[in-house]
């Protein structure tokens, strides 16, 4: 393996190894820009990853220390964990359950589209569908997403199938298996899939897309990347011009390490990123780094979610096959006669008997809870996600007494829902116990938010540098040689699971970091 | 910890889950249930404390399908922590006692002697928020519920790759819809 010296200060330092930092390394490096990723978490391979629910949480998630506030559920039943994302080489692409949707094109334009909505910090994304449409397009190849470049759909499993019954029965039109970045046959040098289930404890056969499995290796193979394991970025440093020259990290055994770059891109996930920034304050920039607009860390989203589960007379067999096996679209669009802007996916979802037990309803005991655990076997699930608003005042701050392992200030993590938020959830609610009532559900559950997955807007992409913390490049507004490369760069939120775009977006911005480079401006 | 289930015992007993479990303690921290369907031994607890919590386990969490071995064993585990955890120790200790002391109250007898599950659980009911309620229902999510023993028992069949998934083994054989 490819080895830079900590001192070449021609090299790109991604911060990450998700799904922008992973394909952003694997997209320069195949471009010749050498590059390093730190990545925090260790490197565990396919064989590696376990069908064990509990084993595989404790082996891959991101469990160091944070702290929440505000109304929102996660706080009280999950006050510790306000994210389920993964610390591992790969990142939260270990953990995804592959759905890749584009965005609508309504989306790109939150504000113009949705108009005023008091309390939300709308703004129109800098860029649009028309730019956007080649990068999808070449993402899709890349991750070789169903439906998409001739590639089948998957096969629909038990969960699917009741899913989809209750969806006709209810004449909604746009249901399917998904547009999902995992093989229905073998592609990629990676096989199909088994229909193994477990494809948040990591794909044990290779078939689900990650950058672990696709975009590293890749990049490794051109000898132009190194990907460092255990390595946690502390502090972006600059020098007096105001330019980024590298970053400390503290390394497996917590010694700590200058690495010197040409450019350094963040892609630590919405909490990490801003926190990595607001850690790096200096004299020069108190409020950490680009942060002359006051955006960073504020408009975190996390799209609103909810789960329906619901219980049969006879057997579903839910947790066989992939977990988020279909979906439908049909609630998706912008439709404000329904209550609130915006839309949301109904997507299947999963679980085994032990993470029902954590979080079917948090909290729960008594006969009534034992019932749902009864009746494990004829369950079917399905996951409500949805546009949420972004809110300046939902954020990442860094706390004033808590610390981490290595003395720096751990993130909270606040937020509210919006109004509009909890109006869709309910909204989403009704129309998923519906689907099931339609193929004869004897009960439905309301099942509250998961510790977040979809970690969002903490730095937003912005036309205006007083608007928000990157340019349409995810290049920061302050400081030319600083990207961010990650879902915090999202300026409004959309319906759809953010991994394809995330991934189109920084395939674009290897373009542009490439051509800056070859250009002389950075 | 030793849990020992009677299998024999088993069948025998499964009508009468939803009644009192414990049968009595022994020296040596011994705790049995009815017949000797099942004995375990308390290590750090008392083995009244031990009984105690055994019952308020199947309470909180009351499956018929589950023999009481189940919630047994699941206790054994905070016995295990209250090993190198005093705090621990007392707030079971002291847990368990208040519950008896609610059912003193009300029946004149102890918890795990109460002879109504309603009665029972409206105890517990009055003490969900106190932070040893909290713990054992919080034991009890992973010590039942992963417990890989009971998966079969809820028609959960845990890891599937070795076996080369469901692709070929029923991912998609629903009949009834």
Redesign the interface.
């Known amino acids: 393996m490819t080895t830079f010296s900590k001192n070449d200060d021609s090299v790109v330092v991604i911060v990450g190894s998700g799904a922008g930092g992973g394909t952003l390394g694997a997209e320069l490096a195949m471009k010749g820009v050498k590059t390093v990723i730190l990545e925090a978490g260790g490197r565990h391979e396919t064989d590696d990853f376990q069908n064990d629910e509990w084993g595989s949480f404790g082996q891959i998630s991101w469990l160091d220390k944070r702290t929440t506030s505000g109304s929102w559920r996660v706080a009280k039943d999950f006050s510790g964990l306000p994210a389920w994302i993964v610390k591992a080489v790969g990142g939260s692409t270990v953990h995804w359950a592959g759905a890749s949707l584009r965005f609508q094109d309504h989306e790109w334009k939150a504000a113009t589209t949705y108009g005023n909505v008091p309390g939300a910090n709308l703004l129109d994304w800098p860029i649009d569908s028309a730019e956007m449409d080649p990068w999808y397009t070449k993402a899709e190849d890349r991750m070789g997403v169903t439906r998409t470049n001739g590639i089948p759909g998957l096969p629909g499993n038990n969960n699917y199938k009741v899913l989809e019954a209750g969806a006709k029965k209810l004449g909604y039109k746009e249901v399917h298996t998904g547009r999902m970045a995992i093989n229905s046959e073998p592609r990629d040098d990676r096989s199909a899939c088994m229909q193994i289930g477990f494809c948040f404890q990591g794909c044990k056969s290779g078939a689900k897309w990650s950058t672990l499995v696709a975009e590293i290796p890749k990049g490794e193979a051109t000898g132009k990347l190194e990907v460092r394991p255990n390595c946690q970025v502390l502090q972006i440093q600059h020098n007096d011009q105001g330019k980024v020259t590298g970053v400390l990290y503290a390394d497996k055994d917590g010694n700590q390490h200058v690495q010197l770059a040409r450019v350094v891109c963040v892609a630590g996930n919405s909490i990490e990123s801003p926190r990595l920034l607001l850690n790096s304050a200096s004299s020069k920039f108190p409020d950490g780094l680009a942060n002359s607009s006051g955006q960073v860390g504020r408009n975190y989203m996390r799209h609103m979610t909810g789960s329906v589960y619901a219980v049969f007379d006879k057997p579903v067999h839910m947790y066989r096959g992939t977990t988020m096996a279909g979906i439908i679209q049909d609630e998706a669009r912008h439709d404000p006669s329904r209550g609130f802007v915006g839309g949301y996916e109904m997507e299947t979802l999963s679980l085994g008997l032990p993470f029902m037990a954590a979080f079917l309803d948090p909290g729960g005991w008594g006969k009534d809870f034992a019932w749902w655990m009864d009746n494990y076997e004829n369950m079917a699930g399905m996951w409500l996600v949805g546009e949420d608003m972004p809110q300046e005042s939902n954020r990442i701050t860094l706390h004033a007494s808590e610390k981490d392992q290595y003395g720096l200030p751990v993130p909270n993590v606040h937020f509210d829902d919006h109004a509009n938020d909890i109006a869709m959830r309910e909204h989403a609610f009704g129309r998923g116990e519906a689907v099931y009532n339609a193929v004869g559900a004897l009960k439905t559950f309301r099942t509250p938010p998961y510790p977040s997955t979809h970690n969002l807007g903490t730095n937003r992409m912005s036309e205006k540098a007083s608007d928000g913390v990157v340019n349409k490049h995810g290049q920061t507004h302050d400081i030319a040689n600083l990207f961010v490369s990650d879902g915090s760069q999202f300026t409004s939120g959309a319906a759809e699971n953010p991994t394809l775009t995330i991934v189109a977006l920084a395939l674009r911005q290897a373009d542009f970091i490439a051509s800056e480079m070859s250009k002389g401006n950075l | 910890m030793t849990i020992t289930p009677n299998v024999s015992r088993r069948t025998a007993l499964k009508g009468a889950v939803a009644g009192l479990i414990v049968a009595g303690t022994g020296a040596g921290g011994l705790v049995f249930g009815h017949g000797n369907a099942w004995a375990a031994t308390a290590e750090n607890l008392d083995a009244d404390t031990f009984a105690t919590l055994v019952q308020m386990s199947r309470d909180?969490?009351?499956?018929?399908?589950l023999d009481d071995s189940f919630y047994a064993e699941a206790v054994s585990g905070l016995d295990k922590a209250a090993k190198d955890d005093a705090g621990l120790k007392t707030m079971l200790t002291e847990g368990a006692a208040k519950l008896d002391k609610e059912a003193m109250g009300l029946k004149a007898a102890s918890y795990r002697s109460m002879s109504s599950e309603d009665d029972r659980?409206a105890i517990?009911k009055s003490m969900e928020a106190d932070p040893f309620f909290q713990k054992i229902?919080g034991n009890l999510?992973?010590g039942?519920?992963?417990n890989q023993k009971a998966?079969p028992l809820?028609?959960?069949?845990?890891?599937?790759?070795?076996k080369?998934?469901?692709?070929d083994?029923?991912?998609?054989?629903?009949d009834?819809?």
Do not use: K, M
């Open positions: 909180t969490y009351p499956h018929a399908r659980v517990l229902r999510v992973t039942l519920y992963n998966w809820f028609g959960y069949e845990g890891e599937s790759a070795s080369g998934g469901y692709i083994r029923g991912f998609a054989d629903i009834w819809l």
